[in-house]
């Protein structure tokens, strides 16, 4: 229980200084929380690939996280665990919008443009 020191209940208290405050808060997370365990996991099987597996471990990750409605939130994630491994970023943003398009064949590679093949079964 608190209580103020006599004669000081009509002061205002002081704010609390933000070096302080960032001591009483807990820490910010720096693991993926886009799709809780499963972002995690996704993330994982990334970091765990050896050369000659990264980009397919990337690509296969990137198709899970899509399939799932994470892939958006999860990229970053899942290009830093790329880059981590090896990768170039180009090559691991290149690999996500591969996924993407794969997962999401309607979706379009230019948000808000039209698709370039309305419909893939007709000849251009």
Known sequence: MYATAPGTAHLVPAPCPRALLRLLLPPRSTSPTAGGAHGRGLVQFVLAAH???RNTRL???ACRAYEDGI????S???VDAAVHTGLTPREARS?????ARMT????SPHPGLPHPHPDP????
């Not at 690999?95 to 996924?99: D, I, Q, R, V």
């Not at 999401?104 to 979706?107: D, E, I």
């Open 95 to 99: 690999t996500l919008a591969s996924a």
């Open 71 to 74: 892939g958006d939130a999860l």
């Open 59 to 61: 690509y296969w990750a």
């Open 76 to 78: 970053d994630a899942l």
């Open 104 to 107: 999401h064949p309607q979706r």
């Open 51 to 53: 050369q000659g597996q």
């Open 121 to 124: 079964d007709k000849p251009l």
